[in-house]
């Protein structure tokens, strides 16, 4: 999967939530429980997996993502980008001012190792701050 270069290099935080609808306007934030913020080494190895994310063909499912990553940079106020997974459908919608169209949907293989990686630490998150 491709990310914008210049937020790679930038995000310092990130904010995982647990997402519980869909934005009510296109480029809202994706409505739900921010379960983790990660920073240091788990914005590199997170941001890693997602480039890592190897491409995939569309499957119907009326797009219901159960996961979405904010970045944010050094002053933490606005969101760099929101990435939004579906693992049914196999698609990533990105948002954001760093944003450009062409990177705004795309799809990926669930069963590749860096999804099921990638899912599992969403999970992992998830179930700790239910705890």
């Known amino acids: 999967m491709e990310l914008p270069t210049e937020v790679v290099a ?8 647990r997402i519980s609808a869909l934005p009510a306007r296109r480029n809202d934030p994706y409505p739900g429980r921010v379960v983790a913020h990660w920073a ?12 890592e994310l190897s491409g995939g063909e569309q499957h119907r499912c009326g797009f ?4 979405s990553v904010r970045a ?3 002053a933490l ?10 693992f049914t459908c196999q698609e990533v919608r990105m948002h954001g001012p760093a ?3 062409p990177l705004a949907k795309q799809f ?7 999804a099921r ?8 998150v998830s179930a700790h701050s239910e705890s």
């Open 99 to 101: 944003v450009p169209p």
């Open 40 to 51: 240091g080494g788990e914005v590199a190895d997170t941001l890693a997996l997602i480039e």
């Open 108 to 114: 990926f293989d669930p069963a590749a190792p860096p």
């Open 72 to 74: 944010y940079g050094d």
């Open 64 to 67: 219901s993502p159960g996961w």
């Open 77 to 86: 106020d606005t969101a760099l980008f929101e990435a939004a997974f579906c």
């Open 117 to 124: 990686a990638l899912l599992a630490r969403f999970r992992a």
């Open 10 to 17: 930038a995000t310092a935080l990130i904010e995982v939530v």
